[in-house]
């Protein structure tokens, strides 16, 4: 793969709490302008690994590198331009409480640009119609149901016209029918954007119909990383059992995998 074709890239990296390791030598590529789905059970290391990459959570071990830049090394410009070159959708919005919603779309165009405060308005009117959400624009956070949230938290990740976008568990917590609408809405944008999509999630449904490849992860490793259809072939005995649900075998490692099969939500 030609390195100017790489959007993400994580190489050997490694992250332990209290000596117990979480991410075990972990390595990912992921390409420009593709949806890569992270999918694996809580505790797996998922949303560990989200971290480390968009620079909140610095790897004990190994590199991160989003569009040539490694968070951990870049120089403070370096960093001011990646923070505007990406976005981050949080698992539970992350939208401050004390702000209207039109104001937590304007506050990423605020820091990061010299836009004034009409234009900011109607940049904020435009990316919440995209996610129709134009009518809750003078609407606090507290007034949304769940689903309005995520998509708020969505209009503010694409403020700035995002290259990649990072999404920590976009459909957790929702209903079938609005998770549903959800995933939908990121595949429309995806195209309209032309962006590079990276997405948490451990919900089976979802990741299969917004991927291009996924990457399946357990105890810190990733125990495959393929496209959707070629996941769903696979003869690996982990992979088959996450897949179809099937009860464990006797033993240590088949009681880990039951607790595994039991954080997942599918």
Known sequence: ???????VEVRGVRKAFDEQPVLDGVDLS???GETMVILGGSGSGKSTLLRCIIGLEPPDEGS???DGIDPYAASWS????LRRRIGVAFQGGALFGSMTVAENIELPIAEFTRVPPA??????RIKLGMVGLEDAMDRRPAELSGGMIKRAALARALALDPSIVFFDEPSAGLDPVTAAGLDRL?????RAFDATLVVVTHELASAFKIADRM???HEGQFLVTATPEVIRKSEDPIVRRFLDRAPPEAGDSAQKFEK????LEV
């Open 186 to 190: 990121l595949v429309q944008l995806k």
């Open 119 to 124: 234009t900011r308005r109607i940049i904020a």
């Open 260 to 263: 595994f099969l039991d954080d």
């Open 215 to 217: 990457a399946l992860m």
């Open 78 to 81: 370096q960093l001011e331009q």
């Open 1 to 7: 793969m030609e390195r100017d074709a790489i959007a």
């Open 64 to 66: 991160v590198s989003i």
């Open 30 to 32: 992921v390409r420009r």
